[in-house]
Nanobody, 119 residues
């Protein structure tokens, strides 16, 4: 059974940094991409960043460009999200996702980790 396990969330002051990790276990071959999404209370889930598993190309939401960096470790089947210069509006539950097929939707989701940025 394939699982995504996130870690690294927590409480940080505005301007601070956090690094999230998401490890995939089980069927990890043929991963096309992995991504991070976030959902603030009462709001829809939104795309944050993604990385192509073989090429390493990355994509970011405009709201996090220049502050967040997504990276992957293919050997460990792990994707990271380095978050710098955090703002209170970054407060949300962050979830990682995995896509095998390269289609518009992701195939597997993690359980999410809370990130809270205090002002």
């Amino acid at each position: 059974q394939v699982q995504l396990v996130e870690s690294g969330g927590g409480l940080v002051q505005a301007g601070g940094s956090l690094r999230l990790s998401c490890a995939a276990s089980g069927r990890t071959f043929s991963i096309y991409r992995m991504g991070w999404f976030r959902q603030a209370p009462g709001k829809e889930r939104k795309f944050v960043a993604s990385v192509n598993w073989s090429a390493g190309s990355t994509f970011y939401a405009d709201s996090v460009k220049g502050r967040f960096t997504i990276s992957r470790d293919n050997a460990r089947n792990t994707v990271y999200l380095q978050m710098n210069s955090l703002k209170p509006e970054d407060t949300a539950v962050y979830s990682c996702a995995l896509d095998w097929g390269g289609g518009p939707e992701y195939d597997l989701w993690g359980q999410g980790t809370q990130v809270t940025v205090s002002s």
